[in-house]
């Protein structure tokens, strides 16, 4: 099958040649179809497996017909990054339509979003926080809403937003079309897809989710306090060139992009706490070549869209088997390969566990040759991984004092709480 057989819009078709797709993945020969003759639709799919064009282009089919000054299609997702990252999508291939489209999310100045908002842009694509306040303040009209999709709607509810999006659902009109497409399928989905959908077409759902087959997957046993060292020497020996590396929490995400820079690598970072602005700065610089590593927190993971990126490196073991499918997602992207490296410590061991069972196989073990897993980090020329800080140690280095014991100067203590409350 190749895309002109979808009989689509001669000028979607021309944005479909523009970004080089000729072929279909599995996805999108499967979900377009049903999708064209406005049927519901129930899609898991692997990350990387194209389900962005998969929804994209019978939303865009159906908005070629006629034109209106009205959002007709509302497209929500989890984060900032893939709001971008689908509107992007959709403004390629709609680039020689009329049809208009605009992001709304948190993190920047809701006025230039209020204002494609109430001049009726065709596609909105938007988070559910930002999304919700504006309209609860009455700025833009859905009531002409056709389509409205949901994209990784499981990673929407790890981070909560379930009351938010049965709050915005609440001011949609109930006669639309309606997809859902996720790239693994819990309960709470699969309950809510019921409450949504009406007679859907159902495309892998009984599929156990797995990482795309062009990522190469290994396990690199270290010590916790070896695992910037290794990664420096990973990246000195050219082993990895450009690599996407994940961290567990903000806090490790900026220490080790600290270290990485201290050692002459060009590096930037991405998370929660950096602006939108500093986010989508460090996202370019990567895409662009102009930065070796982008560190990230699983907030990037489904947000990140880079053209044959290479390697994939989990500094920090994810706390769930999801988390893990979606990180190495990033690389093999399309029908590309990739390489996909975790760092194991001893207590990330049971967390390896549940991902080699979801997986179900053992990911190859390997080390890297010459490479002292025994040195103390000061003989690798390095201070070795932003690690917790031990139990015994205040935040300032000093020793922890006995906990039973009275305090010095109960009436200095006193009064800095007071100080502290002012």
Excluded: W
């Amino acid at each position: 099958m190749r895309f002109s057989d979808f009989n689509l819009d001669p000028e979607l078709q021309r944005g479909i040649s523009d970004m080089g797709f000729d072929v279909p993945t599995p996805i999108q020969c499967t979900a377009v179809p049903p999708a064209l003759e406005g049927r519901d639709v129930l899609g898991c799919a692997m990350t990387g497996s194209g389900k962005t064009a998969a929804f994209l282009l019978p939303i865009l089919q159906r908005l070629s017909n006629r034109n209106r000054r009205a959002t007709r299609a509302l497209i929500i997702t989890p984060t900032r990054e893939l709001a971008v990252q689908v509107n992007e999508h959709c403004q390629a291939l709609a680039r020689h339509t009329r049809i208009r489209s605009a992001t709304v999310f948190g993190g920047v100045k809701p006025a230039p979003q209020e204002r494609a908002l109430r001049s009726g842009v065709e596609v909105v694509v938007a988070t559910p926080g930002r999304l919700l306040d504006l309209m609860q303040q009455g700025i833009g009209r859905f009531d002409g809403l056709e389509v409205l999709v949901l994209d990784e709607a499981d990673r929407m509810l790890d981070m909560g937003f379930l009351p938010d999006i049965r709050r915005i659902l609440a001011r949609l009109p109930e006669r639309r079309q309606t997809m859902l497409f996720s790239a693994t399928m819990p309960r709470p989905i699969a309950d809510l897809s019921r409450k949504l959908l009406t007679d859907p077409v159902r495309l892998d759902v009984e599929r156990p989710s797995a990482p795309a087959t062009g990522v190469s997957q290994a396990v690199m046993p270290i010590e916790e306090r070896l695992k910037t060292p290794l990664l420096l020497e990973m990246l000195n020996r050219g082993d990895i060139r450009t690599a996407l590396v994940f961290t567990r929490t903000k806090h490790r995400a900026n220490r080790l992009a600290e270290k990485l820079s201290r050692a002459g690598v060009r590096c930037d970072r991405i998370h929660g706490n950096r602006s939108q602005k500093q986010r989508q700065a460090a996202l370019t610089a990567f895409k662009n070549g102009r930065i070796q590593v982008l560190v990230a927190t699983d907030i990037a993971a489904r947000g990140i869209d880079v053209d044959a990126l290479p390697h994939v490196v989990n500094f920090d073991v994810p706390g769930q088997p999801e988390d893990y499918i979606h990180r190495v997602g990033r690389t093999a992207r399309r029908g590309t390969t990739g390489d996909a490296v975790t760092f194991v410590s001893p207590a990330e061991r049971s967390q390896l566990g549940a991902i080699e069972r979801a997986v179900g196989h053992q990911i190859p073990r390997r080390q890297l040759k010459g490479f002292d897993h025994t040195a103390k980090p000061e003989e690798l020329g390095g201070r070795g991984a932003p690690g917790p800080r031990p139990a015994n140690r205040r935040p300032n280095g000093g020793p922890r004092r006995n906990p039973g014991a009275p305090p010095r100067n109960r009436r200095s203590q006193k009064g800095r709480r007071g100080a502290h409350r002012a």
